[in-house]
T-cell receptor
């Protein structure tokens, strides 16, 4: 069965410092991997995705993520955090072999950036 | 360019009642997926509709049903509501032929079951 683990419920970082939000996954074959962000009382917004190719993926708002096949991880990173980055972040996977859009989400990690 | 729109934004029902939630996909999209997001949890896949048919389904009981219309809009119906059905229900749209694509989410319908 497919699953996504986000081991940290909350990540705290000071503004200007680098941030990392961790994600590991379990899925048969090669998955499609995604990061989404959710602001209070809003739907999810797409940040970035890994489909194939370069293991380092760049996305919106200066975020990037590194795909590591051997560790089955897809950690979200940003070199310099902003207070406005404070939100709930979800890692998600989709099995490329089954087709369709069934996407499995992690439980989420709340990022708090302190000024 | 209109994004994904959902209605109603909030609603309150009592146990045993039935509810219908509505979704209009992003312009140009033909596939609609529904997700349930309980408080403090990630979204859980309910089902996906394309060409007016349910194509994929998650681990939800038959009380959860849906429909897609020729204009690609969709409804989610939940019968015999339980307290545990209280959640934010998210609609997401996509283009079927590009299943590598990201999902575009609406802002959700928050259902409270008393």
């Amino acid at each position: 069965a497919q699953s996504v683990a986000q081991p940290e419920d909350q990540v705290n970082v000071a503004e200007g410092n680098p941030l990392t939000v961790k994600c590991t996954y379990s899925v048969s074959g090669n998955p499609y991997l995604f990061w989404y962000v959710q602001y209070p009382n809003r739907g999810l917004q797409f940040l970035l995705k890994y489909i194939t190719g370069d293991n380092l993926v760049k996305g919106s708002y200066g975020f990037e993520a590194e795909f590591n096949k051997s560790q089955t991880s897809f950690h979200l990173k940003k070199p310099s955090a902003l207070v406005s980055d404070s939100a709930l972040y979800f890692c998600a996977v989709r099995d490329r072999n089954t087709g369709g859009f069934k996407t499995i989400f992690g439980a989420g990690t709340r990022l708090f950036v302190k000024a | 360019d209109a994004g994904v729109t959902q209605s109603p934004t909030h609603l309150i029902k009592t146990r045993g009642q039935q509810v219908t939630l509505r979704c209009s996909p992003k312009s140009g999209h033909d596939t609609v997926s529904w997700y349930q997001q309980a408080l403090g949890q990630g979204p859980q896949f309910i089902f996906q509709y394309y060409e007016e048919e349910e194509r994929q389904r998650g681990n939800f009981p038959d009380r959860f049903s849906g429909h897609q219309f020729p204009n690609y809009s969709s409804e989610l119906n939940v019968n015999a509501l339980l307290l545990g059905d209280s959640a934010l229900y998210l609609c997401a749209s996509s283009l079927y032929r590009t299943n590598t694509g990201e999902l575009f989410f609406g802002e959700g319908s928050r259902l409270t079951v008393l």
